[in-house]
């Protein structure tokens, strides 16, 4: 069973920048290697599904996940962070033995 929670500021951010920028309201979170740590998540808007792709909806948002990126999210939360740092979407992974301080870069 695929296990990664949104949570509600996640999807209310998602629905804000949809209609400011008229685009779909959907956020692909994708894994690549690279980055600073081994691995990095890459967001981005979607228009539409992929077929691999794992859907989690509330509100009217989607989040978008390919099933390869997600074997490196399973148990992760997403989330929206407003703080000293800047605004950025953020997630919270169980199985990152370590990341870099933006906390887009990971090890497993």
Not at 15 to 31: D, F, G, M, W
Not at 76 to 92: P, W
Request: hydrophobic share 35%; net charge negative.
């Amino acid at each position: 069973m695929t296990q990664i929670n949104v949570t509600e500021r996640a999807f209310n951010r998602i629905n804000e920048v949809a209609a400011k920028t008229h685009a779909p309201a959907s956020l692909r979170i994708a894994v690549n290697g690279g980055g600073c740590s081994g691995f990095q998540y890459e967001f981005s808007l979607s228009a539409t599904p992929e077929a691999d792709d794992i859907t989690i909806e509330r509100n009217g948002a989607t989040v978008l996940v390919d099933s390869t990126s997600l074997m490196h999210m399973q148990g992760s939360t997403v989330d929206f962070v407003d703080d000293l740092m800047g605004q950025s979407f953020r997630i919270a992974n169980p199985q990152a033995k370590s990341s870099c301080g933006c906390g887009t870069s990971f090890s497993l």
